[in-house]
Structure formats: C-alpha cells, structure tokens
C-alpha cells in the first residue's frame, strides 16, 4: 500500500477522536503560527488550510479572512470539520497537497501545518504550493521535529522560492515552524 493511502486510512480511522488527543497541541502551534502571520492576515484574503484535518486553524481563519478553503485527504476529518465550522466563507475540500484543485496564483496565505512528514513527494507538494500561492504570498509550513532536519527543510522552501522569514523550533511545541515570503518573480 502506497503512503499516500496509508496517511488517508490512518486519519479516516482516527477522525473520530483525533480531537479529543491532539486538539490542545495542534492550537498551541496555531497561536504559535497565528503570532507570527498576524500582519499577512489584514485585508480581503483568499486563505488556504492545507491539511486542515478537523478544521480548527479554518475556524480561527474565518474570522479574518474574505475566504477560507480548507484540504485534507481524510474525508472522515472533513466531515467532523463540517460539523464544526458554521462559517459560510469556509470552503473544505477532500484532496490531497500533491495535486491541488485550485487556480495557479489565487492565495494570499497559505497554511500547511503538521502536514509535510505525512507527504511521500514534498517537492511536489512545495510545487503545487507555489503554484497556487500568489507572489509575494505568505507561507507557514510545519513538520514534525523528531521526523524533520530544519536545514534540509529551509533548503527545500528556499529552493521552491519560498523566501523564510522565521523558524520557530520551540522544544516545547511538537513542529518546527518556517514562515516566509513566496518569491515567484523578481521584483527589482
């Protein structure tokens, strides 16, 4: 079975309860990422939530965003999110990172949180990212530390002309954190 499909099965099975053991950890990383893009976040925006699992980052998104659109893989994660999210400017849809149903160029920030060790082709996944990131789009991207090298990571964003602004490795919070700027074409 390909990875891809093990990640789907594992969080269609766990949906469930996944909030009740990972909610209070994945909303410390979200404040965490929230502090840090609060400024990205002022404005009529089209927002992103790649691997929004149950929806809470959409949530808080919904409030200061024109728009929200959440992805996740898991259709059993998108359904609990349904349920939760009474937002009418949230949008959820079953895809995967790899292969985006969204416009080239139609976002103003772009989340992808706790999401990147589960993908089996991150290039890819920083490519559709891109693809779908605006220039000058700001991204916050996080990986677990214990499967994450931040070296090779802030190479990888940097080499898909993700422009890194911060990263957070905070012993304390499960992820590091790298946030920056999309630099598709050169501004001089």
Request: one cysteine or more; hydrophobic letters at 40%; aromatic letters at 6%.
């Amino acid at each position: 079975m390909n990875k891809k499909l093990r990640v789907k099965e594992y969080y269609d099975a766990h949906a469930p309860f996944y909030d009740a053991r990972y909610e209070n950890l994945q909303n410390m990383k979200y404040r965490i990422v929230l502090s840090i893009t609060s400024s990205q976040l002022e404005g009529p925006l089209l927002v992103s939530d790649l691997g929004c699992g149950t929806g809470n980052l959409c949530r808080l998104l919904s409030d200061c965003a024109v728009r929200v659109v959440g992805v996740d893989i898991s259709a059993e994660m998108l359904k609990i999110a349904k349920f939760k999210i009474r937002s009418s400017n949230v949008e959820l849809i079953c895809a995967d990172v790899e292969n985006l149903p969204i416009r080239d160029e139609m976002l103003d920030v772009v989340f992808c949180i706790t999401v990147i060790q589960n993908i089996p082709n991150v290039k890819m996944a920083l490519s559709e990212i891109v693809r779908v990131g605006k220039n000058r789009s700001y991204i916050a991207i996080s990986t677990l530390r214990k499967t994450a090298d931040a070296h090779v990571m802030v190479s990888l964003l940097e080499e898909a002309n993700i422009k890194i602004e911060s990263v957070i490795d905070d012993t304390h919070v499960e992820d590091i954190i790298f946030a920056g700027q999309l630099q598709k074409y050169d501004n001089k």
